[in-house]
T-cell receptor
Framework: AQSVAQPEDQVNVAEGNPLTVKCTYS??????LFWYVQYPNRGLQFLLK????DNLVKGSYGFEAEFNKSQTSFHLKKPSALVSDSALYFC?????????????WGLGTSLAVNP | DGGITQSPKYLFRKEGQNVTLSCEQN?????MYWYRQDPGQGLRLIYY???????QKGDIAEGYSVSREKKESFPLTVTSAQKNPTAFYLC????????????????FGPGTRLTVL
């Protein structure tokens, strides 16, 4: 069965420090992986995705993520955190079998960046 | 939030009432989705539609109904059979006419917060 795990409910970092939000997955075949961000009482905003190619994917707002096939991980990173990065982050995965467009979602990680 | 609109932003329902949440997109996307978000539970898929006049149940379809009569519109009705409807509802769409379905990015509307009085 396909699944996504975000092992940390909350991550706290100081402004200016690097941040990492973790995601691991289980899917048959090659995965398609996504990161989204949600600010309070708003819809989700797409940050980046991995489909194929370079394992390091760069996205919006200075975020990047590294696909690691051997560890089945897709951790979100940013070299220098901003207070405005404080939000809820979701990882999602889709397998590549068939024409099904459904995503499997993690439970989210709340990121708090302290000034 | 792109080209997806949801209305109303806030909705209050009395017990026993049916209510309909609107979702419209101008992105020419084939697929549309409805999710429910509760604190600590992430996103749960209610219904999705990959093409006009067709839709499939998601993981928590009981107590909900949808229609897809137009490509741009995917309204969700929360019926009186839904026992705990208070939640944040999110609509999304994906897939242009030349897109590859399995790589499509989903784009979300701003959400509707439904409260049962």
């Amino acid at each position: 069965a396909q699944s996504v795990a975000q092992p940390e409910d909350q991550v706290n970092v100081a402004e200016g420090n690097p941040l990492t939000v973790k995601c691991t997955y289980s899917v048959s075949g090659n995965p398609y992986l996504f990161w989204y961000v949600q600010y309070p009482n708003r819809g989700l905003q797409f940050l980046l995705k991995y489909i194929t190619g370079d394992n390091l994917v760069k996205g919006s707002y200075g975020f990047e993520a590294e696909f690691n096939k051997s560890q089945t991980s897709f951790h979100l990173k940013k070299p220098s955190a901003l207070v405005s990065d404080s939000a809820l982050y979701f990882c999602a995965v889709r397998g590549n079998a068939g024409n099904n467009r459904k995503l499997i979602w993690g439970l989210g990680t709340s990121l708090a960046v302290n000034p | 939030d792109g080209g997806i609109t949801q209305s109303p932003k806030y909705l209050f329902r009395k017990e026993g009432q049916n209510v309909t949440l609107s979702c419209e997109q101008n992105l020419n996307h084939d697929a549309m989705y409805w999710y429910r978000q509760d604190p600590g539970q992430g996103l749960r898929l209610i219904y999705y539609s990959q093409i006009v006049n067709d839709f499939q149940k998601g993981d928590i379809a009981e107590g909900y109904s949808v229609s897809r009569e137009k490509k741009e519109s995917f309204p969700l009705t929360v019926t009186s059979a839904q026992k705990n409807p208070t939640a944040f509802y999110l609509c999304a769409s994906s897939g242009g006419t030349s897109g590859t379905p399995s790589t499509d990015t989903q784009y979300f509307g701003p959400g509707t917060r439904l409260t049962v009085l």
